[in-house]
């Protein structure tokens, strides 16, 4: 696909507004072009429907093709007008079992079957403001035929097969089993995607199908790669599997029709963290070069859910293909941006909408790229992410004074640490500990930075080591060792506190409230932050694809794919390196209790520093001995993150 750059982009969208604003207005009207949508339209007398779209597969096996439920809610007035207007949808698996947002919303209907209750304030909101909302329960659950296959060509084609409907490509009809079709005459066919977690993954998947009409796509702590999301490197990241996840949103009778699908998820997805087909299939950053929709990307920099690995390298695949980006990072876990930043998400949102979905010249393409939350509700912007100066930087670690404690700089480093995997503990029991000669890790410490050091964008960390048994894990971890005040995002909250107080985003009706409950930020202070980490199962030290058993004694080299963050070292603080084993997160620890001896010549730290190497030599130079500070500082009211069966986005 051509590449497409800003200015292409920017030029057509507004070529095309002017046109058609010329056919229609006065040539002094012409002129006056909007820059926002207003709330003009009666939420209360909206259009209210159902329609089941039909998907063209028959993944249930009863001989019929699925039909998805596609509820909405679309204002009355420009249709009695003869205008047609966009669609803005969320295709979700958690309408009917979990709810949405921070309330757990579910959808609600009336004795005819019209949906009453839309979960989140998107329709709400958009509705009075000449947008149509579409919700789309997955195959699988709520009023849907089909089953749940997390996030394979099911999933997927649920939200692809609504966009072809919304543009006369696909078939609906006005109830599940009966034979009067539905047509959409009302729309235009532009459709902007949003979505936190799973149903931001597939608005990612359904981008990545490169369907017409699907002009923007804005995921929250949303899945790149599902592989990713239970697997890192081979290390198993949870005791469960996709069949699991699928069970758990399946509708009633859905689980009573799918056990074959099921099965295949059981047998594609083996807890030995081979990457299989079925892994493959749900890698939407492979055909990230198939997107034409601009994408409007946000994630938390501590989401322990949804990685940061997910949003970094699809992030870095969009930029490849040239594809119009925008990023929001906050210092939340897995937290949806109207928890955390609302009038201002609510405001850029609805500029981001009008601008890519009704054509609008309101300047949102041309602010910054990117907003960072540096400090809990302190902001900062970079004109473009990662800021142009960024430059990877190898970084490596050298013996220090005493055995675990080693140094972290730009020279090669010579000899061996070891370290004994101790799956009881995590990373911020080793950056709690990371002055101390611990036998559970091996840290390596820059000096006191004389000057703040940026770190922006993905990391990545080669090791070389040698075990004592047949298999072994692997954790790498960075850490800025200093005071601060941060987000509290291991608290169950994931760093904000809800409180009973109400702000309203839109209209409201009996049955629906645009009123939701205030969120503000929960703070903690630390003597340390871990800002990124990445795991591995040394065994798929060679690829992913297939694991193999060790041999003790033999030294083997792998690479460990770091989160992806947006993190200043401030001066006066120290940046660590830390290897060690099982972070006690990983469900599976390795049989027996490795000893792993690493290899300092052969390890190293790629880092993307704003400035380069430059910015590091500068930042650490002349600075006092790493060993001033206190060998007794640790994080002060961290928790560890527990160890829990995650669910993409349900009940949040």
């Not at 900062?380 to 055995?403: D, E, F, I, K, N």
């Not at 798929?540 to 030294?555: N, W």
């Amino acid at each position: 696909m051509p590449r497409r750059t800003p200015f292409t982009w920017r030029s057509l969208a507004t070529a095309a507004t002017a046109a058609l604003l010329a056919a229609f207005l006065t040539p002094a009207a012409a002129h006056a072009v909007p820059r926002e949508s207003r709330p003009i339209y009666s939420y209360e007398n909206a259009i209210r429907e159902s329609v089941w779209v039909d998907t063209g597969l028959d993944g249930d096996g009863d001989g019929k093709t699925d039909r998805v439920a596609v509820d909405i809610v679309r204002p009355r007035e420009p249709a009695a007008q003869g205008r047609k207007i966009p669609v803005i949808m969320d295709a979700s698996p958690y309408y009917s079992c979990c709810g949405r947002g921070n309330e757990s919303q579910k959808k609600t209907y009336d004795a005819t079957g019209h949906v009453v209750q839309m979960p989140l304030f998107y329709d709400n909101y958009f509705v009075p403001r000449g947008y149509a909302f579409v919700g789309v329960d997955l195959a699988g659950t709520n009023r849907s035929d089909g089953c749940v296959d997390v996030g394979g060509r099911s999933d997927i084609q649920s939200a692809t097969a609504v966009v072809d409907w919304l543009n006369g490509r696909a078939k609906g009809y006005t109830t599940r089993t009966g034979t009067t079709l539905a047509r959409a005459t009302w729309t235009n066919g532009s459709t902007g995607m949003i979505g936190k977690s799973w149903d931001g993954t597939i608005a990612n998947g359904v981008a990545a199908t490169g369907v017409k009409g699907l002009k923007t796509v804005v995921p929250i702590s949303a899945i790149s790669s599902w592989y990713d999301y239970y697997f890192a490197k081979g290390a198993p990241l949870y005791d469960s599997g996709p069949d699991w996840l699928s069970n758990y949103v399946d509708s009633a009778d859905a689980r009573a029709r799918c056990a074959a699908v099921q099965k295949k998820l059981v047998d594609g997805a083996p807890r030995t963290g081979d990457r299989t087909s079925l892994w493959t299939e749900r890698d939407y950053v492979k055909d990230a070069g198939k997107v034409r929709a601009s994408v409007f990307l946000v994630h938390g920099m501590q989401d322990l859910n949804v990685r940061t690995k997910h949003f970094g390298q699809w992030w870095n695949a969009l930029a490849k293909h040239g594809v119009k980006r925008k990023i929001w990072l906050s210092q939340t876990g897995h937290v949806d941006p109207f928890d955390f930043r609302r009038a201002a998400w609510v405001d850029t949102l609805h500029r981001w909408f009008d601008h890519e979905l009704l054509g609008y010249d309101n300047g949102v393409d041309r602010e910054p790229m990117a907003d960072i939350e540096r400090h809990p509700d302190q902001w900062v912007t970079s004109t473009v992410w990662p800021p142009r100066p960024t430059a990877t930087t190898t970084l490596r670690p050298g013996q220090g004074p005493r055995a675990g404690v080693g140094t972290l700089g730009l020279r090669a480093g010579i000899g061996t640490e070891t370290f004994t995997d101790d799956p009881k503990l995590s990373e911020t029991d080793w950056a709690a500990h990371i002055d101390e000669s611990t036998t559970s890790k091996a840290g390596f410490i820059t000096r006191p930075l004389t000057k703040d050091l940026r770190v922006s964008g993905s990391s990545t960390v080669t090791v070389t080591v040698t075990p004592t048994t047949s298999t072994a894990h692997l954790s790498a971890v960075l850490a800025d060792l200093g005071p601060d005040t941060i987000r509290d995002y291991a608290d169950s909250g994931e760093g904000i506190t809800t409180l009973t107080d109400r702000t309203c985003w839109g209209a409201s009706t009996t049955g629906d409230s645009a009123c939701f409950k205030v969120t503000q930020a929960k703070r903690t202070d630390v003597a340390s932050t871990v800002f990124s980490r990445g795991w591995a199962d040394l065994g798929h030290y060679a690829s992913d694809r297939k694991g193999v058993p060790l041999t003790p004694g033999t030294a083997y080299t792998i690479t460990l794919d770091l989160a992806a963050t947006d993190h200043v070292v401030p001066k006066g603080h120290r940046l660590a390196l830390i290897v060690a084993g099982t972070d006690k997160d990983l469900i599976d620890p390795p049989a027996g209790t490795p000893t792993l001896t690493v290899d300092l010549s052969r390890t190293a730290a790629r880092l993307p520093f704003v400035g380069g190497a430059a910015a590091f030599a500068c930042a650490t130079s002349g600075a006092a001995s790493a060993s001033a500070a206190s060998a007794d500082a640790r994080p002060d009211g961290v928790r560890t993150p527990h160890t829990v069966r995650r669910v993409p986005g349900g009940g949040r």
